[in-house]
T-cell receptor, first 111, second 116 residues
Framework: SQWGEENLQALSIQEGEDVTMNCSYK?????VQWYRQKSGKGPAQLIL?????REKRSGRLRATLDTSSQSSSLSITGTLATDTAVYFC???????????FGSGTQLTVMP | NAGVIQTPRHKVTGKGQEATLWCEPI?????VFWYRQTIVQGLEFLTY??????IDDSGMPKERFSAQMPNQSHSTLKIQSTQPQDSAVYLC?????WGGGAETLYFGSGTRLTVL
């Protein structure tokens, strides 16, 4: 697998709190994508971060990528109940056409 | 833009029957992917087409699964002699182009296949 075991998590927080989700990957990559999947829907891309960016923001989202530790994080500030979803990190495997997804983090935001 | 359209949304088959799943990619997108999603295995890559040509089917179970893309507006995933372990959500995605992990995949809502 491209992804480390710690990617599989379930988090439950109150609306308004901040949250950070982490992924670690095994083989070299220069791009990590984060997707969100709401119940009954397919994954939708939230943010794409490249190794030369280290940090990227989009609204309440902030992604980081540390190629030295082969890890990425996604932070959401001021969470809303509508942020309840499964969050996946994804990257390609060197030499492969496949976009490989981590196991995902189930985030539940309680109103 | 209606996004990626998958039909049917739900399909129930008996063990041993055939199931055909349909996908209409976003108009103008040259890359089409099929993934399978289960609780245990997560999101698994099945196959990839570029400009309708099969490029990578390394994730496809060889004996009973097949995928085709007869034209740029639709792709099908066919499962012959379905087994209970084929029960999953099958997701289709398309991309404007595909050069690797820097492209965005746009997913449909999936087809939930239940094999009794």
């Amino acid at each position: 697998s491209q992804w480390g075991e710690e990617n599989l998590q379930a988090l439950s927080i109150q609306e308004g709190e901040d949250v950070t989700m982490n992924c670690s990957y095994k083989t070299y990559t220069t791009v990590v994508q984060w997707y969100r999947q709401k119940s009954g829907k397919g994954p939708a891309q939230l943010i794409l971060i490249r190794s030369n960016e280290r940090e990227k923001r989009s609204g309440r989202l902030r992604a980081t990528l540390d190629t030295s530790s082969q890890s990425s994080s996604l932070s959401i500030t001021g969470t809303l109940a509508t942020d309840t979803a499964v969050y996946f990190c994804a990257t390609d495997s060197s030499g492969s056409w496949q976009l490989i997804f981590g196991s995902g983090t189930q985030l539940t935001v309680m109103p | 833009n209606a996004g990626v359209i998958q039909t049917p949304r739900h399909k129930v088959t008996g063990k041993g029957q055939e199931a055909t799943l349909w996908c209409e990619p976003i108009s103008g997108h040259s890359a089409v992917f099929w993934y399978r999603q289960t609780i245990v295995q997560g999101l698994e890559f099945l196959t990839y087409f570029r400009n309708q040509a099969p490029i990578d089917d390394s994730g496809m179970p060889k004996e009973r699964f097949s995928a085709q893309m007869p034209n740029q507006s639709h792709s099908t995933l066919k499962i012959q002699s379905t087994q209970p372990q084929d029960s999953a959500v099958y997701l289709c995605a398309s991309s404007l182009a595909w050069g690797g992990g820097a492209e965005t995949l746009y997913f449909g809502s999936g087809t939930r296949l239940t094999v009794l």
